[in-house]
């Protein structure tokens, strides 16, 4: 039996990429989801496809750059189901734009959307969660792990996940399972929605998106990770190595850095 299956899970940033992904292959478990995003026509979607495969299957609207927004999703949310077994906190918003160029409120926004929305989130929901099998998933990024060119306050955001949720992890030892994800690059459209500089949409499909891991490898390869009872997964190709020189041959990975295109 799956430990998926019947489990009440909840998935932020479900209406596409891992996300979607994520909740396609638990439906396919047979949990019982509630997704969240901004967009609900596409949230409507996946649960028309999540529903061919288990019964119970919820969408919630929610905006994590709204805090009424997250209050209200988080409030319908614990009205529709009796607890929270998984949060897969995967929402967020991707960056291309230097530190020095990027505006301060465009630098706030993404902390809102990657960082606090998240944090209250969970807040909100920890009173729901089953003390018996309770789960937080955290989608980072493999830059939640190094810094990277035109990824300033989206690698500082993810940083600022790790740390936080961390420190969950050890407060609530036997309570709560805590498995923090951190994709390189992934086929997803997050390219299209990352803020540049001024703030504006990015507006189209990066290379290494287009030419990164499908997102339902990357799906699968998370819930084998949080089956293992894993606190750090990376799923990768190469910037696997950029991870290992910045802990160990700090030179070797700025210059490799300077050198990768951002896209």
Sequence with gaps: MSEFASSYVVITGASSGIGKALAEALARQKSRLVL???RLPELEEVKKNCLQHTDECHVVAMDL???SSIRQAAAT???LIPRVDILFNNAGISQRGSARESTFETEKHIMQVNFLGPVLFTK???PAFNPARAGIVIT???VGLFGFPTRSTYAASKHALHGYFNT???EEAGKIHVLVVCPGRINTPISYSAVEASGEAHGKMDPGQANGIPADVCANQILKAYNRKKHLVLVAKGERLLYWFSKFVPPLYRLISRKISPV
Excluded: T
């Design 36 to 38: 969240l995003a901004r």
């Design 65 to 67: 750059s709204d805090e």
């Design 77 to 79: 949310l614990l009205g």
């Design 124 to 126: 909100l929901l920890f």
């Design 140 to 142: 980072s990024s493999v």
């Design 168 to 170: 969950v992890a050890i």
